[in-house]
């Protein structure tokens, strides 16, 4: 195998401790950012809040667009009660469950406070009906937003002074987003997507380093509110040049997509939304190879990226997706150490002699 980036560990748990629900990515979009504009031509912040480098081709070739999310799965308050507690709804496709019960951020206008996502006591009759349906040895109901609410120890004036109201975000405190490592993987809330994006600044960094200039223009773009409906990847993909994009995400890793977290890059032939360029797929697969990675092609079901939301749309005639292969994605997830300088070898080899796509004929 060729020589292989190193991880950079600090961006990406800078990255982790950044929140950036959906729609309100600042924290996240501060970081791409600083890192990403002295490594391309120009950067900018478009009308969709999205992140955009532009890294200019030495030839003529159609555009590339490369997108990785820096939204995360967050929760939304739906009302605040007269105790001061919260009822949340999810923001995103999750259950309670993949969080877990414990610390987290409210995001209020005026300030950030800390709350605790709570059910209730596990010691409780039929009386507590909202707990009991969902003991194992009792109503046996699987857990969801109805059950659960958040205790903040404030009261409703003081919630309303730190400009919490319905359509605050919720997100998980940053003490629960620390980076663990064991053995070789490393674990995490958030690698969906603050790992792609990391490995999408690397891999930016190593082009700028290595002096490499892709033959075709090549707009590199964080992207906001993937996680409901893939909004600015859409936007971003109507609005720059290019007929390709390309998405990086975390990949599941499970039988039946036959994948797995110790193997290589995951690259999709298809997803729920669309149907992937086969010769985008076959070319990432053939440098992973070359590159002795062990690539994973995969056909994956209850998945969506921003380019398969793109194509899907007609807002780009070709789409890609290339994924670093995750376990438990939406949960706490889980990559291996060498996952992310794998990733940035085989986009780093996709994005330098990338020549562009098919052309119309001249009228």
């Known amino acids: ?45 478009d009308e969709a809040g999205n992140v955009v480098g532009l890294i200019r081709g030495s030839g003529g070739a159609s555009a590339l667009r490369v997108m990785a999310h820096m939204d995360e799965l967050s929760m939304l308050v739906k009302r605040v009660e007269s105790d001061g507690t919260l009822h949340v709804s999810q923001l995103g496709t999750m259950y309670p469950a993949n969080f877990g019960l414990g610390p987290v951020a409210i995001l209020g206008d005026n300030q950030i406070l800390c709350g605790v996502l709570s059910l209730g006591s596990e010691h409780t009759t039929r009386e507590s009906q909202r707990i009991w349906e969902t003991k194992p040895d009792q109503g046996d109901k699987a857990l969801d937003w109805s059950h659960v609410y958040v205790f903040t120890g404030r009261t409703t004036d003081e919630l309303a002074e730190a400009g919490i109201r319905p359509g605050t975000r919720v997100c998980i405190e940053s003490s629960r987003r620390t980076l663990v490592e064991f053995g070789d993987y490393l674990g995490s809330y958030f690698m969906d997507d603050r790992a792609p994006a990391t490995a999408l600044l690397q891999t930016v960094r190593a082009l700028r380093a290595g002096n490499r200039r892709p033959n075709a223009d090549v707009y590199v773009v964080f992207t906001t509110s993937e996680e409901i409906g893939g909004v600015g990847g859409s936007y971003a993909s109507r609005s720059l040049p290019g007929d390709l994009t390309l998405a990086l995400e975390v990949g599941p890793t499970e039988a039946e997509y036959g994948t797995s977290v110790s193997g290589g890059p995951i690259i999709a032939y298809s997803d729920a939304e669309c149907v992937y360029d086969k010769n985008i797929a076959d070319r990432l697969m053939q440098i992973a190879t070359e590159r002795g990675l062990r690539p994973q092609p995969a056909v994956l079901g209850a998945f969506e990226s921003d380019a398969s939301h793109a194509k899907a749309s007609g807002l780009s005639p070709r789409a890609g997706l290339l994924c670093l292969p995750t376990l438990s994605t939406h949960g706490y997830e889980v990559i291996a150490c060498d996952a992310i300088p794998a990733l940035v070898g085989v986009l780093a080899e996709f994005m330098a002699p990338y020549q562009g796509g098919r052309r119309r004929p001249a009228h």
């Open 1 to 45: 195998m060729t020589g292989q980036t190193e991880l950079d560990r600090d961006l990406l748990q800078e990255l982790l401790w950044a929140y950036g629900p959906s729609g309100q990515e600042d924290a996240v979009r501060e970081v791409c950012l600083r890192e990403l504009a002295p490594c391309v031509d120009e950067s900018w912040i």
